[in-house]
């Protein structure tokens, strides 16, 4: 039962600093470090022609890929890059 209490404590103690929190006033605005960075292809634009590793090692390109309904392309970044 004292466990409870303490989760409890923690709990509200937590949600009180972040409300503290979001209501501060920033000290000063963020920078602005998008503006004009290109994010990728728009929305049905076509994609250039590329070639990439697997994870088997085989060199595949988009045409290699894609199916009769399209290709969905996964990018994970890894912290050991």
Do not use: C, N, Y
Not at 17 to 39: C, I, N
Not at 50 to 56: K, L, N, S, T, Y
């Amino acid at each position: 039962m004292r466990t409870d209490w303490i989760v409890f404590w923690a709990a509200a103690a937590l949600a009180a600093g972040l409300a503290w929190a979001q209501s501060r006033p920033r000290l000063h605005a963020l920078p602005k470090t998008d503006e004009g960075v290109k994010t990728g292809p728009a929305i049905g634009e076509k994609i250039p022609a590329f070639q990439a590793v697997d994870q088997h090692g085989r060199r595949r390109s988009f045409e290699d890929l894609r199916g009769p309904r399209g290709l969905v392309l996964m990018f994970v970044r890894s912290a050991d890059w």
